[in-house]
């Protein structure tokens, strides 16, 4: 049921296709906590009103470090926060209207449901009426109605998440700030909140920077994704650009799964390169970044862009199956090159297939537009 957002809820507007004005805004953000190695690094960044932008990256990549910093709970070195227009560099914590979810949910274990989520009404002095109507209505978005006098170690853990959301919406924040909110659930249980959660963006228009270790929970949600790798971002693009074109070979291998080959620019014509293998094979794809001719490159290629009819298609290799992995919807198949690159290809299981047997030869083949060539130092 689509939600019709209140007097006390904002409406947003901007999504990661509308060019309206930035909103949160990062300029030459630095962090560092011992004055050598920088855990965020030049940082710019402008996020849209109303838009979903997910922070993505492994361990240690700076992701929570910056969401710290536009939370206040950590300060920048270098560099300034915008938000609305307004510097946050002199603005403490309690005071930037922010709404915080984090993955502990962090809720109180003495207090109700209905307690949790007026907590932050309470600090800000709105009490009786006014704020057992936000609380209603929080509870509502979350579709946690009739839990109002339960405490958190009587209901789930999903259940719980929803309470530490209703609790982020319920004072109207200007941004709402999620930390790994899904990562101590089940895999069943993050897949229905992702979308859960994406609707309620959707309806209430708010603006939301969320951060994540998981792709499929970034792709899934977001309007655009920032990539962040050793403190720096990498690329920032909606899902789809960020799959189907990434700019650096380290975005290509993080997002999704990737077959990579090396070898040697031999040409470079417009929008085609051409690199040779180890085993003379030239393979053609398509350049990103410095490429020059002579220099070692790394091809990307998806697992579900190999076929194994490749007659009319610009690249063909031989290879010999070693594994068939079924996985339901779809069967991993392990080739290794006469080379010995390893590969795999993902092929839907539709009926009547007849599938292949280990140490069976077959020929493979991709087009050059979904081969991605990097620079080897980037990869």
Known sequence: M????????????????TPNPAYVQFHDVSKTYDGVRLAVADLNLAVARGEFLTFLGPSGS?????????????????????????????????????????????????????????????????????AAERVRRALEIVRLTGFDDRRPGKISGGQQQRVALARALVFDP????????????????????????KQIQRDLGITVIYVTHDQTEALTMSDRIAVFNDGMVQQVA????????????????????????????????????????????????????????????????RPERLTLKPAKLDNRLAAQVEQLIY???????????SAGEVLFATLPNAAG???????????????????RAFAEDGA
């Open 2 to 17: 689509a939600l019709e957002r209140d007097s006390q809820l904002r409406p947003g507007g901007g999504t990661a296709e």
């Open 327 to 337: 996985q339901g919807d779809h069967t991993r198949i392990q080739m290794r090159t």
């Open 238 to 301: 909606p899902p789809q650009e960020l799959y189907e074109r990434p700019q650096t070979a380290f975005v290509a291998n993080f997002i999704g799964e990737n077959n990579r080959l090396s070898g040697v620019v031999t040409a470079l014509d417009g929008e085609t390169c051409a690199v040779r293998l180890e085993d003379e094979t030239i393979l053609k794809a398509t350049p990103v970044g410095e490429l020059k001719a002579g220099a070692r490159a790394t091809l990307s290629v």
């Open 174 to 197: 200007d941004v709402v700030l999620m930390d790994e909110p899904l990562g101590a659930l089940d895999k069943r249980l993050r897949a229905e909140l992702e979308l859960e959660i």
């Open 62 to 130: 700076g992701k929570t470090t910056a969401l710290m910093m536009l939370a206040g709970f950590e300060q920048p070195t270098k560099g300034d926060i915008i938000l609305a227009g307004r510097s946050l560099s002199r603005t403490p914590p309690h005071r930037r209207n922010m709404g915080v979810v984090f993955q502990s949910y962090a809720l109180f274990p003495h207090m109700t449901v209905a307690e949790n989520v007026a907590f932050p009404l309470k600090v800000r002095g709105v009490r009786g009426a006014e």
């Open 353 to 371: 297939r007849v599938l292949l047997a280990p140490g069976e030869a077959l020929e493979v083949g991709w087009r050059a537009a979904d081969c």
